[in-house]
């Protein structure tokens, strides 16, 4: 678990993912980021967007239901379909 606790947010490339880390590196895994979703637990991994999937406990701030500001101040869009969830993960930890 410790090894997850690394991962600020993971980022889709084409069919790869990129892992953000909280070391400034950037791995590039050969799955898709769909893998990654179903693979990572839920909810400390959330899809936020079609291209991103974040590290609840890497989350600063939530604007508007559009934009997360990650701990290392990445800004990362959140799309519609994922706002509720977002919200309600929020509410939960909270």
């Known amino acids: 678990m410790e090894e997850l606790s690394n991962i600020i947010y993971l980022e889709a490339s084409d069919n790869n993912t990129i892992f953000h880390l909280k070391d400034g590196s950037k791995p590039m895994a050969t799955n898709t980021l769909l893998y990654y979703e179903h693979t990572l637990p839920f909810p ?27 701990k290392d101040k990445t800004i990362i869009k959140v799309s519609a379909p994922y706002h509720d969830i977002l919200r309600d993960i929020l509410c939960n930890v909270s």
């Open 44 to 70: 400390l991994f959330v899809r936020v967007h079609r291209s991103s999937i974040i590290n609840i406990h890497q989350l600063s701030q939530y604007l508007h239901s559009t934009t997360a500001i990650m």
